[in-house]
């Protein structure tokens, strides 16, 4: 059993070494933004507009606290996340095997968070949060007719 726990703790130890640095580096660029944009979703902090993974980092808050309604209602799709997060885990640390079928797996989830951003943008938009847009965005700064264009297009109001 402790060359068990042994075997896990060195695959997790490997993988911080060698995906330390870009963790960190999400880590940085989540304070620098939401100090200075007070978002953290570069298409928000760009655009104005949500990306289709909106409401996946607060979902996944909810996931792990047991809030599965309030999860399924920020973004359905954390659930098959957390199910390819679980396979990976497994597969990884505990049974120290290849992991296979992920590049598969994150084609499907990427396709499944863009059919439920145009379903949600299409019912919600830009009436329910988190799928409205934020005036206070980079374009709108630097382009004093971007907002202009988007009400004459109808898009916001």
């Excluded at 359905?76 to 296979?100: E, Q």
């Excluded at 598969?104 to 943008?121: D, K």
Aim: some cysteine; aromatic content about 16%.
């Amino acid at each position: 059993m402790q060359e068990f726990f042994k075997g896990v703790l060195g695959r997790i130890i490997q993988d911080v070494k060698e995906y330390g640095v870009a963790a960190v580096a999400v880590a940085l660029y989540t304070v620098a933004v939401n100090l200075i944009f007070h978002a953290f979703c570069p298409l928000i902090i760009f655009c104005g507009f949500p990306c289709p993974g909106c409401g996946v980092s607060r979902a996944t808050a909810c996931f792990i606290t047991g809030r599965w309604q309030q999860a399924w209602q920020m973004n359905p799709v954390v659930f098959p996340i957390m199910l390819c997060a679980a396979y990976f885990c497994l597969m990884r640390y505990l049974l120290g095997r290849k992991v296979k079928g992920m590049k598969v797996l994150a084609a499907i989830i990427m396709v499944l968070l863009a059919v439920v951003y145009c379903i949600r943008m299409y019912l919600y938009f830009p009436e329910r949060v988190p799928y409205v847009y934020t005036e206070a965005n980079v374009l709108a700064h630097v382009f004093p007719f971007y907002q202009q264009i988007l009400h004459e297009w109808g898009i916001v109001w």
